[in-house]
């Protein structure tokens, strides 16, 4: 009972606090990543991986650096849109143009947990300056308005980029829907390469709001970890002693109960 009460404290203790350590300690070291491939022109600038143009991008692969000064927002955009990737920070819909390029790109974040990137997207206001540093330059967007479900969604001129950023709607740690926000390039577009994954291409973990059934099967896994960790804490305690014990308890259970946490955190919304 000590171990599950635990656990639930320190699910609760990951979310506020813990998630945000490991969303910074990615972005440090995405942001270091990316910059060097922007200074060695090896950034990637389409779906496929530059090296290698038959294969899609791994998941994960920083594509852009993010930047909205009216919310202090300075974010590497990660490939892909599942739970696990948007815990290092925004990332990118796989079936829309990469960012900084013609047509429409969007990019989802979360608004509570791992950082919370986009916690504030709700109090932008029309005007508001967007930047996207790519492999292929810098890009300016203008805000044109924050929209809701059943909001009429702007008409895109032609020849002109987009860019819809995308967290959950409601209260913190419990969405009821998907907020979105539309900007429009200031200056010219990128060009962009032929799209090579579809809508139909996307797993139901990648859109909004998108959940990871498979994290069942590592939950289960740690779980059982956890459970047999406690049985041999409670049997050490009566060959060694209760404090002996729980000297060897607190960092094993500590750290299998961080573990089940993490892969709880991927059954819910991707946006949460």
Known sequence: M?????SLLGFAAWLAVGSRLYYDRVQHDDYASFR???????????PTNPANPNQLLAFGTPVAVLSI??????????????????????????????????????ILGRRAAYGAPFARLSSLRPGAIITVTTGQGVTRYRVLDVRRAGDVVPPLTPGKGRLILA?????????????????????????????????????????????????????????????????GISWLRSRWGRWQAWTVAVPVLGYLGLEVADQVTRLLPNLM
């Open 36 to 46: 060097a491939e922007l200074a060695q022109a090896t950034a990637p600038t389409g």
């Open 167 to 231: 967290t959950a709607d409601g209260p913190p740690f419990a969405p009821t829907g998907v907020l979105r926000v539309d900007a429009d390039t200031v200056s010219a577009p990128q060009p962009a390469p032929a799209m090579v994954v579809s809508a139909a291409d996307l797993s139901p973990s990648e859109l909004s709001l998108g959940t990871e059934p498979i994290a069942w099967v590592a939950v289960v896994l740690w779980g059982q970890a956890l459970v047999l960790a406690a049985v």
């Open 69 to 106: 000064p009216e919310i202090g927002l300075n974010a590497v955009v990660l490939e892909g849109t599942t739970s696990e990737v948007l815990e290092g920070g925004p990332g990118h819909l796989r079936d829309t143009s990469m960012p900084g390029q013609a047509g429409v790109s969007e």
């Open 2 to 6: 000590l171990t599950l009460a635990a």
